[in-house]
């Protein structure tokens, strides 16, 4: 064998064992997926979402679908085979663990972090809802319940929610239209929409749900874009008074934005 044959054999043996290796150290990165889409309108496990106390409820007919990502847990490593093969898949992607569990990997810490914000993001629902119709929270009481679900990215849809219960369109009508929409962001009291994490998986988890349309904080829509389902229309949102005017317009044949 000649030495430049030696050489190569040395360094592809050399490059096979560092990639064995590799195969089998723990990487600081999480595989998450399309999770839930529930139905803010609707009932989870038996109860409905959005109660009403001290205003009339109105019966809806469309869905307002919330939508959530889920995620390797935070004691469990990804290894670069299954890093390689979420790059290549339209319904996984790889993010930083750090990102997905800020508060590090503590099950019963990340769990008992994400019920806060979720409890965060509920009552800022509430608030932004009430302020919306000028209703007073001392008059008008609403209980949510999808306990399940952690973050604060339900946010939006749960306020639109509330405000479809109460009020519909302000016209008699469904603030859906009927339709099946679903979306994502924050929400604050003032009716501020804010930018979340995951939303290329969370417009697959919308499209297994049969949306049609997704809101989108507005800063997200090159992300949202990535892998949209073919027959989904991206529907940029920055306040809440000015999502609501969207959906009126989409109900009415208006001009409606996209992304």
């Not at 992607?93 to 990997?105: I, K, N, Q």
Request: aromatic share 4%; charged share 20%.
């Amino acid at each position: 064998m000649s030495s430049r044959a030696r050489t190569l054999a040395v360094c592809s043996a050399l490059v096979i064992a560092l990639l064995a290796v590799a195969a089998f150290v723990p990487l600081p990165f999480s595989i998450a997926y399309p999770g839930p889409a529930a139905n803010v309108l609707g009932e989870h496990k038996g109860e409905p979402v959005i109660t009403v106390h001290g205003a009339k409820a109105r019966k809806t007919s469309g869905e307002l679908r919330m939508t959530a990502i889920v995620a390797t847990g935070p004691q469990v490593s990804a290894h670069l085979p299954e890093v390689l093969k979420a790059w290549f898949r339209r319904d996984e992607a790889v993010m930083p663990r750090d990102t997905v569990y800020p508060v590090g990997d503590n099950t019963e810490e990340v769990a008992k972090h994400n019920a806060a914000q979720m409890k965060e993001s509920q009552d800022a629902a509430v608030g932004a809802a009430l302020r919306y119709l000028h209703r007073s929270p001392k008059d008008v009481r609403v209980d949510l319940k999808l306990a399940d679900v952690g973050g604060p990215s339900a946010g939006l849809l749960f306020t639109l929610g509330i405000i479809d219960t109460i009020d519909g369109d302000g016209a008699g009508h469904d603030l859906t239209g009927g339709r099946s929409i679903a979306g994502t962001g924050t929400i604050t009291t003032d009716g501020k929409v804010g930018p979340v994490g995951g939303v290329a998986l969370k417009t697959q988890a919308a499209h297994r749900e049969g949306a049609k349309y997704f809101l989108v904080p507005k800063d997200e829509c090159s992300d949202a874009r990535a892998n949209l389902p073919d027959d989904m229309r991206l529907i940029p949102v920055t306040t809440l008074s000015g999502t609501v005017d969207t959906l009126k317009a989409l109900n009415s044949g208006g001009k409606v934005p996209g992304c």
